[in-house]
């Protein structure tokens, strides 16, 4: 049986992460690919083809509130880009965040509340060594 698509893509990332400081891997967060599993698995992906430089977006029209199947921006998207930034983190990982989660303000607010939860929440982690994400 033949590779499949996404097989492919990845392939080819590997390929251009032979020069993995000339390479930024875009992943942008939406209702549909923001399960923690999701975020881990692009985190290994990123692994395996040593990618060192990721942007962290957002569904434009999530954003915006366009999409009526998906609705506007959630918790869960928020937590996506915070475990995929820390995963990054752990993993030596650059990431840089997009613009985009600044357009609204509402976002950004959701985005500072749910940040300082997450900051203690790390915290307290660090306390117990035995513990991890």
Known sequence: MG???YEKVWENIKKYCEYPEN???KYII???NSEKEEI????EKC????VKNIEIS???NQVNGNTPIWGKVTEREI???FLMNELSKQNNINVSISSIWEWDSEVVERVETYKRSF???LMRLQEKPSLCL
Do not use: P, Y
């Open 30 to 32: 939406f209702a549909l």
């Open 58 to 60: 957002l569904e434009a």
């Open 3 to 5: 590779r499949t698509v």
């Open 23 to 25: 390479v930024t891997i």
């Open 79 to 81: 937590e996506a880009r």
């Open 47 to 50: 692994l395996w083809a040593n």
């Open 119 to 121: 900051t203690s929440h």
């Open 40 to 43: 881990k698995a692009f985190i």
